[in-house]
């Protein structure tokens, strides 16, 4: 993926952030916040009321792909085997539930956004942020968000 879009200062009548990236390539996320984290400032915590729970059992999540807890909001990844990660499901770009987990990657059903089932990061705009990381333990065959 290219890097090509590097911070500059914008004059004050020139185009928006969002523009230049658009023109830099439609399928860049934004450079300066995809190194951004859970537990970072501006970057949800675990929802209340999922704190220690079990939302998930590991056969639930397939090696190398997903499964979407609507009723949680969370998307749980195995990019490889016995590695599990949550993310919050909520897209960054208007905030729809992400789909489907696909070879390694989370796709975003409403505008084509695309992040990384391993990290969480961007690598396909037009949402610009990553997914939230949340913490996760694996108690024998559970998922436990912490
Ligand atoms: Fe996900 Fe727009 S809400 S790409």
């Not at 998930?56 to 909001?73: F, L, N, Q, R, S």
């Amino acid at each position: 993926m290219s890097t090509e879009t590097a911070e500059f200062v914008m004059p004050e009548n020139g185009p928006t952030r969002r523009r230049v990236l658009g023109v830099a390539g439609v399928a860049a996320c934004g450079v300066a916040l995809t190194a951004c984290g859970a537990g970072e400032p501006g970057v949800p915590a675990v929802p209340p009321g999922i704190k220690g729970k079990v939302i998930a059992k590991t056969a639930d999540v397939p090696v190398g792909g997903g499964t979407v807890i609507d009723k949680w909001k969370v998307v749980i990844t195995q990019p490889s085997a016995g590695v599990f990660k949550a993310f919050t499901a909520n897209c960054p770009h208007k905030g729809c539930a992400v789909g489907r987990v696909e070879e390694g990657i989370i796709q975003c059903p409403c505008h084509g956004s695309e992040f990384a089932a391993d990290s969480g990061k961007c690598l396909k705009g037009p949402a610009e942020a990553p997914l939230a990381e949340f913490p996760l333990r694996v108690d024998d065959d559970e998922i436990v968000l912490l």
